[in-house]
Structures are given as C-alpha cells and as structure tokens.
C-alpha cells in the first residue's frame, strides 16, 4: 500500500507558465514532506520542505502548498524554466521516523 | 564541500555472484542511508545508520543483503548471491540533525548512487 503517491507520471509545461506537481498521503501522522528534484544518473538533490504547522513555503521560483486535512500537497514552480526539466519526488514523514518516498512525476519543460 | 561519493556507479555481474558498494558520507553527517530505486519508482529505505549503529533494517533482505559502517564513516552495502531482481540503483545519502552542521532541516543528502546489473 503505497503511503504517498504522485499519480501523475509525467508533465509538460511550456517554458515560463506555471508548473504545479501534485502528491497525497494516507498516513496522518506524517508531519513533514519535503521535494526532491532528481537529474539523470544523478542522486536526489532537495528543493524545499514544508512541516505540518504551516500550510505554505516559498524559496524563489518554488513554493510547497499543505493541505492537511485533503493528505495533500503540491509544488509549484513560477515561472518554468527548460532547467526544471527532472523527475521530482515528494517525500513524508513523521517525526522520528524514516521517509517515505513517493514514485516521481517527470516534469518536461519546452522551450 | 565534497557531497556524497559513492562506488562503483555502475557494476554488471551474473546471479548469485556478490557485489559490494561503498558509500563515503558528508563530512559530519551521523546519519547515514542506503536506498534501493527501482524504476519507476521512489528510492526504499534498506538500511538507517546512527554513527555505527544501524537502527533500523527492517527492510533489509538479510538473507541475502548486508551492511556495515565501521568507525560511524563510511559504509558497505553487500549482496551475496545476487538475484535478478536485485537490479536497481542503490543511493546511499547521509544527513545531520536540523540545527548541526549547517543544516535548517531534515534534508537528506544523495550521492550518484551505483546502477546494479544482475544478468
């Protein structure tokens, strides 16, 4: 049973829209999600974090939306850069506790 | 700041021949990962490190998987024999508690990680 999940595999945004990345959980106890943005033949690399006391984060062209009681969160990226092109992976856990990775989106971005 | 290193970052071998694969952390890093990725899918957690001590491998194949971290640096990751199923890219990553060595949160630290081949 899988306890985050990325239900859309892939995702194509036009070079400067907005790129929104969607990921629910099921386990209520989990009180911290972080992204990842992962290149080709590369490891994971963080892009931002969000804990349950807070329902929005920003960091430049990104921001993390929580909504707790929908077990949901989103990524969005304003605006899109042919950069931004990478698999992302949505990340949760509760505290003390291991992370759970969902399976990835693949963001495309044309120029 | 050197990131993760991890070898080899690619190794073919036949089933039931072993395979070993090393993980040097983040200068500092008490906490050390290894994670198997199959494709498609999210990286799972094998293997947790707190310094030398692995606090949780629940989700290590024992029979067949084994790890060690001597000294609370760096690790070993080993199957032997390997099976088909085994091919994967294994990631080890490493991170500090928020508020030590810079860090503001939970963050993990990925290396390249090692693309496994079981013919």
């Known amino acids: 049973d899988q306890q985050v999940k990325q239900n859309s595999p892939s995702l194509s945004v036009q070079e400067g829209r907005i790129s929104i990345l969607n990921c629910d959980y099921t386990?209520?106890?989990?009180?911290?999600f972080l992204w990842y943005k992962k290149y080709p033949a590369e490891g994971p690399t963080f892009l931002i974090s969000?804990?349950?006391?807070?329902d929005k984060n920003e960091d430049g062209r990104f921001t993390v939306f929580l909504n707790k009681s929908a077990k949901h969160l989103s990524l969005h990226i304003v605006p899109s850069q042919p950069g931004d092109s990478a698999v992302y992976f949505c990340a949760a856990c509760s505290y003390g506790q291991n992370f759970v990775f969902g399976p990835g989106t693949r963001l495309s971005v044309l120029p | 700041e050197a990131g993760v290193v991890q070898s080899p970052r690619y190794k073919i071998i036949e089933k039931k021949q072993p395979v070993a694969f090393w993980c040097n952390p983040i200068?500092?890093?008490?906490?050390l990962y290894w994670y198997r990725q199959n494709l498609g899918q999210g990286p799972e957690l094998l293997i947790r490190?707190?310094?030398?001590?692995?606090?949780?491998d629940s989700q290590l194949p024992k029979d067949r998987f084994s790890a060690e971290r001597l000294k609370g640096v760096d690790s070993t990751l080993k199957i032997q024999p390997a099976e088909l199923g085994d091919s994967a890219v294994y990631l080890c990553?490493?991170?500090?508690?928020?508020?030590?060595?810079?860090?503001?949160?939970?963050?993990?630290?990925f290396g390249p990680g090692t693309r496994l081949t079981v013919t």
């Open positions: 200068s500092g890093h008490n906490t």
């Open positions: 990553a490493s991170s500090s508690p928020p508020g030590t060595s810079g860090s503001s949160s939970y963050e993990q630290y």
């Open positions: 969000i804990s349950s006391i807070k």
């Open positions: 490190y707190e310094n030398e001590e692995a606090v949780d």
């Open positions: 386990n209520s106890m989990f009180d911290y």
